[in-house]
């Protein structure tokens, strides 16, 4: 089965803890991406990746830091959180090419206190 | 300007009536134009997508693109409870670009 998974689900953390969210794709895809989900900002990308050891920032990148190790893998990691990455956060992967589908992990609801 | 627009909602519609969603922008490069349905808790995950402008149907689901207006829509005949959920629309200009959403329109149908 086609999926893209995600872990934790749910993670509730202090600031400045190091945490890591883990992304897994297994459609062999080459472009992947981070989004996080706020009410009434609606979907905002973090990072993004076109392959491996390719990594660009999205729109709201400040406080993040990704890896592109394998093609399978997109971590994303938040070095110090603070409160304001509380959040619903996505990870997504796509072929990359014309009218292809995007596929979204189940998400991940991190509070940071 | 968001580079996308679209009214959140809620919208709340009796099951049976024809749903209407809707969703503006402003970047003409965009040339793929897709809908998202999303339920509570879950990820979004693809309903419609469209290339250029014209119309796609899919059962009960209509994709509409005026490109000359900038206007994209998604009609739903018959709704049902299961409908229920937050429509986002998304578009692209293609290949690598990057996917820009629509904040999500949350639909209710009530039986």
């Known amino acids: 089965e086609a999926q893209v998974t995600q872990n934790p689900r749910y993670l509730i953390t202090v600031t400045g803890k190091k945490l890591t969210v883990t992304c897994s794709q297994n459609m062999n895809h080459e472009y992947m991406s981070w989004y996080r989900q706020d009410p009434g900002l609606g979907l905002r990308q973090i990072y993004y990746?076109?392959?491996?050891?390719?990594?660009d920032k999205g729109d709201v990148p400040e406080g993040y830091k990704v890896s592109r190790k394998e093609k399978r893998n997109f971590p994303l990691i938040l070095e110090s959180p603070s409160p304001n990455q509380t959040s619903l956060y996505f990870c997504?992967?796509?072929?990359?090419?014309?009218?292809?589908?995007?596929?979204f992990g189940p998400g991940t609801r991190l509070t940071v206190l | 300007q968001k580079e996308v627009e679209q009214d959140p909602g809620p919208l709340s519609v009796p099951e049976g009536a024809i749903v209407s969603l809707n969703c503006t922008y402003s970047n003409s490069a965009f040339q793929y134009f897709m809908w998202y349905r999303q339920y509570s808790r879950k990820g979004p995950e693809l309903l419609m997508y469209t290339y250029s402008s014209g119309n796609k149907e899919d059962g009960r689901f209509t994709a509409q693109v005026d490109k000359s207006s900038k206007y994209i829509s998604l009609f739903i005949r018959d709704s049902q409870p299961s409908d229920s959920a937050t429509y986002l629309c998304?578009?692209?200009?293609?290949?690598?670009?990057?996917?820009?959403f629509g904040i999500g329109t949350k639909l209710q149908v009530i039986p």
């Open positions: 997504a992967s796509r072929k990359g090419l014309d009218g292809d589908t995007q596929y």
């Open positions: 990746s076109m392959n491996v050891e390719v990594t």
């Open positions: 998304a578009m692209n200009s293609g290949g690598y670009q990057k996917v820009t």
